[in-house]
């Protein structure tokens, strides 16, 4: 199988960032030119420290013209200035972070409901995210969803289809096949045992 589109993933980073060789770690990963979108979620993190970070990451993604998303925080985005920000469905609502955010990308989670899919695009989401798709090491699955509901999700919405939970190099081809848009893959790159991020991410063909 050849894949159209090169830049198919989603990189979202670990939960922690422990140290500086991350930074130098995410710009190899990122020179494979297998990444559309690199989004920041540190869920722990005192809001000081997420600051620094992302403004580390977002030059670095400048550098290797990946779009930076920050998870959860539509604040943090426009004063960082990423590229936009992911929002679960428990964050803000989305007209209330459009308008912190302006024209900027805003994505949604929409777990395995079409109907939730749908209200994402009828209030101009960027994009919607569809999953858990496998048994994930990052987060535990509460919402475990089925090709079934991707290509339903598909033909409803017209904006692009992130599928997310335990992707890796087994198993992504199967979503891409069934018109995934992009990718959303984490523990696969950052807690693999055998493979170092870099060479990991090589493994998407």
């Keep these: 199988m050849k894949i159209k589109n090169k830049k198919f993933i989603y990189l979202i980073s670990p939960i922690k960032i422990k140290n500086k060789s991350f930074f130098a770690s995410l710009d190899r990963v990122l020179k494979s030119g297998k990444v559309k979108y690199f989004q920041l979620r540190l869920k722990r993190e005192k809001l000081k420290k997420k600051i620094i970070i992302a403004k580390k990451i ?16 539509p604040y943090l985005a426009a004063k960082v200035e990423a590229d936009g920000c992911h929002l679960g469905q428990k964050d803000m609502d989305i007209n209330k972070a459009k308008k912190i955010l302006k024209n900027k990308i805003i994505g949604i989670t929409c777990h395995n409901s ?13 994009y919607v995210a569809i999953g858990a798709f496998y048994k994930s090491s990052t987060k535990k699955v509460i919402f475990k969803s089925s090709m079934q509901t991707l290509k339903k999700v598909k033909k409803i919405v017209k904006i692009p289809v992130v599928a997310i939970g335990g992707i890796n190099k087994k198993n992504y081809k199967k979503l891409l096949l069934n018109k995934a848009d992009f990718l959303a893959i984490s523990g696969y790159i950052w807690q693999n045992k055998k493979y170092k991020p870099y060479e990991a991410i090589k493994k998407f063909i």
Excluded: G, M, T
């Excluded at 977002?58 to 925080?73: M, P, S, T």
């Excluded at 109907?115 to 960027?126: G, V």
């Design 114 to 126: 079409v109907k939730l899919a749908k209200k994402a695009y009828f209030n101009k989401a960027s």
């Design 58 to 73: 977002l030059k670095i993604c400048k550098r290797n013209k990946v779009k930076f998303l920050i998870n959860d925080d």
